[in-house]
């Protein structure tokens, strides 16, 4: 009852954007998966959903992702895309009853409420998605797609979350209770694999960490152990120094000391 | 709570009420077509003789069944087609400018008619007889056809639908087909030309039991695949990727969506010409009252589409009475001011 990705290959045309790659993720972690621009982690996240072909093979639960069926995935994982468009002018709760439409869990409509209420919209059912800001609409996206895969282990084994960077539009305070939101699937026995851009939120919440460079795994481990000086310099291509403080006197903010309000 | 455990529900539920008040008026606006006419029969008491099982006279007869029946019954299906056409045709293409008129849809349907009316002749004798007076709406639902996928392919792009190449591609599409069209026309002989001439007028005028029998099992067949379409098209409005991630299978809604559209755009053209404006001013006014939810939706397009299309029908017959206005000017006078108004007070409210 694992993701596990053997020996995976995606072109696209003629370039080749991961090659002969192997990852494993296990329920009950959230899996980070990092790396520069092109690496080829949103590729990867797509492989993983079966939005992409490839060679090789990818199973979830045992189910090879290549030639199971839409609804017999969508019953073992959720996906939040990096950006959404949304065509038509729905409410916000209708985009989340969207994500109730097939699985196990159709049809339970007071979910799509409990789902934006957890991702702090709860007054928003009636609003038009197109009149959120930004960060508003990737949350329910969110709920969407927590509506979707609402518990993280169900007797035929774990539930998925996947999210392609799901926090690049989020101020640092949503930031973090998408994260905590994620983390807590997976401490409740789900798995969650997200590919990350910002490396502190990363260290903050991830079990485990997937290093990317040039369509290759360059590490894989406990953030400790794979977020280190030489790991990260030559994966992102500049001299990267951790756990370092600057010592001019300009401020820097880390997630790591933030503390939530008792409002919101 | 309790008031936020009834709200989130009440699009949809006033959606689905919406069904009962639609078939309601369109019973009434089918009986009132029926009494409206040119001829100085008075139809309403033949109704009532009707109701209450007396004979009618034969000039009665005439008027009711032959001509304002098939009529009546034309302008339903026609209307229902249109709209519905208009809102699976919206939902594909995530975009709720997309129009079968608009983008080249029903010129490649006439192209079908046209090229079925011309070279009828030279089809093989088996073609016509199984087809019989079917040919035309079944030329004209493949044209549609090809004309869907074609402008689906070239407008979709790794499962993003581009607005501006959609309407580009569409106004080419259309004069494409429009080209050819005036080829096969300038091909045609007298006979023929005088029915592209009728065909072409885009009215409800040529009504007859023959053209309902034509038209009505393709747009009945479209009206049922429309309504199995209301979940699959409501995933689709989240992009291709992700209505596959909560489940659909995205090509069958897809292949079963553009059938749907090459039916009702082909039949509907097959008999009455191009008609305007039903397929886009229909769903956009359902949408502004009760909301973007395919489900019920598209049966309210059905109803309203019908339900315009005929009163649009007597208004051209009575507007200019004993003489009739082309049912396409009608709705093109209504729908296009409607059509602007809609656009600017949405354009804020749609990924554009």
Not at chain 1, 246 to 253: A, Q, R
Request: net charge neutral; with cysteine; aromatic share 6%.
């Amino acid at each position: 009852m694992t993701l596990a990705v053997r020996n995976i290959t995606v072109r696209y045309g003629p370039k080749t954007v991961i090659e002969d790659l192997n990852a494993d993720a296990v329920p009950g972690a959230l899996t980070a998966i990092v790396g520069p621009n092109g690496s080829g982690k949103s590729t990867l996240i797509k492989a993983i959903c079966g939005d992409l072909p490839y060679t090789g093979q990818i199973t979830l639960n045992g189910t090879d992702v290549a030639t199971a069926q839409p609804w017999e995935l969508a019953g073992l994982r959720g996906v939040l895309p990096q950006a959404s468009t949304l065509a038509f002018p729905f409410h916000a709760i209708e985009v989340v009853r969207i994500g109730l439409t097939s699985g196990p869990d159709a049809e339970h409509h007071h979910r799509a409420e409990a789902a934006l209420a957890r991702v702090g919209l709860a007054g928003y059912a009636n609003r038009y998605y197109q009149e959120l800001s930004g960060g508003e609409q990737q949350r329910v996206q969110l709920a969407r797609v927590l509506a979707q895969v609402w518990s993280p282990g169900t007797a035929d084994g774990p539930r998925w979350l996947m999210l392609d960077e799901p926090v690049s539009s989020l101020d640092i305070a949503h930031q973090l209770q998408v994260m905590t939101i994620a983390r807590n699937f997976a401490r409740a026995g789900g798995g969650v694999i997200a590919v990350m851009h910002d490396l502190n939120l990363t260290a903050l919440f991830a079990d485990h960490v997937l290093v990317m460079a040039e369509g290759q795994l360059l590490a894989s481990g406990h953030p400790a152990e794979v977020m280190t000086d030489d790991v990260l310099s030559r994966a992102y291509g500049c001299t990267l120094r951790v756990n370092t403080a600057p010592t001019d006197t300009i401020p820097y903010i880390l997630p790591h000391c933030a503390a939530p309000h008792a409002a919101e | 709570m309790a008031l936020a455990d009834h709200l989130p529900q009440s699009r949809v539920a006033r959606a689905r009420i919406l069904h009962g008040w639609l078939a309601l008026a369109l019973i009434l606006v089918s009986l009132f077509s029926l009494t409206v006419g040119a001829t100085e029969v008075s139809l309403g008491p033949a109704l009532w003789k009707l109701a209450t099982g007396e004979a009618l006279t034969r000039m009665e007869a005439i008027v009711l069944w032959d001509i304002r029946m098939p009529r009546l019954i034309l302008g339903l299906l026609v209307g229902s087609a249109l709209a519905v056409g208009g809102a699976v045709m919206q939902g594909l293409f995530r975009n709720p400018l997309a129009d079968p008129g608009l983008v080249g849809v029903s010129a490649g349907a006439g192209l079908g008619a046209i090229t079925a009316i011309v070279l009828a002749g030279l089809a093989p004798l088996w073609l016509s007889r199984i087809a019989g007076d079917q040919l035309v709406p079944i030329a004209a639902f493949f044209g549609g056809w090809a004309s869907t996928i074609l402008l689906y392919r070239v407008s979709t792009r790794r499962g993003r639908t581009s607005v501006a190449t959609m309407l580009l591609a569409g106004i080419a599409l259309g004069a494409l087909a429009g080209a050819l069209s005036g080829i096969l026309v300038y091909m045609s002989d007298d006979r023929q030309l005088r029915d592209l001439t009728f065909w072409g007028l885009g009215s409800l005028g040529g009504a007859s039991w023959a053209k309902v029998v034509a038209a009505g099992p393709i747009i009945a067949l479209a009206l049922i695949a429309a309504c199995t379409l209301g979940r699959g098209l409501n995933g689709l409005a989240l992009g291709e990727a992700t209505a596959a991630h909560i489940g659909l299978n995205v090509q069958r809604v897809k292949g079963l969506a553009i059938l749907t559209v090459a039916a009702a755009t082909g039949a509907a053209v097959a008999v009455s010409g191009a008609i305007g404006f039903i397929g886009i001013v229909v769903p956009h006014l359902l949408r502004l009252g009760t909301g973007p939810d395919h489900r019920p939706l598209l049966i309210n397009a059905a109803l309203l589409g019908a339900l315009l299309l005929v009163l649009a029908d007597v208004i051209a017959r009575v507007i200019i009475a004993p003489a009739e206005l082309p049912i396409g000017i009608v709705t093109a006078v209504l729908g296009a001011p409607v059509f602007l108004w809609i656009l600017l007070r949405q354009r804020g409210m749609v990924d554009l």
